[in-house]
């Protein structure tokens, strides 16, 4: 079980606006560490959406943001795409641990 | 143009070692810190181990600490990865991916994998 959680799944139409959350504790998000975030397609490269907390790579559609508030972040989703189908994970440090960690991962289904 | 290219993966008996290597071109490699992600079937990913740019420092996860050993070589920009009695839990994906300068910091970019199965 990851120390970071996030919900297994999620769903939407497309163009709606989905929020994937990601929650920590004090010895991690809450202690002021960055939080990052990938989109994973099976059999592919995991690719970089959002880094220290709310920065998009070059090439990353503004329809992706994220946020950080406490032990917790979040990355939206706007305008849902069927492209946008795919594994989502957060990823911060955690003290105690002395570790990257990654948060479960999130399956988005666009309906 | 940044690429990652692993290799090595493979069957391999339980209690047995297998070495993978990640080839990188595009960028500065020895400024980086680089790090190694793997992913078991149907389960998600899972940071395995991190090397300094320099290669002196290294970081390594709880389940393979003692067992994997995290090596590059700068002058042929390749990271390595000796993993030692494996088990039928390291059966996964391992991807190579490309961090900043610190660690723990954020992978911009990530190798497609390679597959290591341990079984009998």
């Known amino acids: 079980q990851s120390v970071v959680t996030q919900p297994p799944s999620m769903s939407g139409a497309p163009g709606q606006r989905v929020t994937i959350s990601c929650t920590g504790s004090?010895?991690?998000?809450?202690?002021?560490?960055?939080v990052h975030w990938y989109q994973h397609i099976p059999g592919t490269a995991p690719k970089l959406l959002i880094s220290?907390?709310?920065n998009r790579p070059s090439g990353v559609p503004d329809r992706f943001s994220g946020s950080k508030s406490g032990t917790s972040a979040s990355l939206a989703i706007t305008g849902l795409q069927a492209a946008d189908e795919a594994d989502y994970y957060c990823?911060?440090?955690?003290?105690?641990?002395?570790?990257?960690?990654f948060g479960g991962g999130t399956k988005l289904t666009v309906l | 143009e940044v690429q990652l290219l692993e290799s090595g993966g493979k069957l391999v008996q339980p209690g047995g070692s297998l070495r993978l290597s990640c080839a990188a071109s595009?960028?500065?490699?020895?400024?980086?810190?680089m790090t190694w992600v793997r992913q078991a079937p149907g389960k998600g990913l899972e940071w395995v181990s991190t090397?300094?740019?320099?290669?002196?420092?290294?970081f390594y996860a709880d389940s393979v600490k003692g067992r994997f050993s995290i090596s590059r070589d700068n002058s042929n920009d390749t990271l390595y990865l000796q993993m030692n009695s494996l088990k039928a839990e390291d059966t996964a994906v391992y991807f190579c991916?490309?961090?900043?300068?610190?660690?723990?910091?954020?992978?911009?970019?990530w190798g497609q994998g390679t597959l290591v199965t341990v079984s009998s």
């Open positions: 991916a490309k961090g900043q300068r610190g660690y723990g910091d954020y992978m911009d970019y």
């Open positions: 595009g960028f500065s490699f020895s400024t980086y810190v």
């Open positions: 090397v300094s740019g320099g290669g002196g420092s290294t």
């Open positions: 004090n010895s991690n998000i809450g202690a002021n560490y960055d």
């Open positions: 220290g907390n709310k």
């Open positions: 990823q911060t440090f955690d003290i105690s641990l002395n570790s990257v960690v």
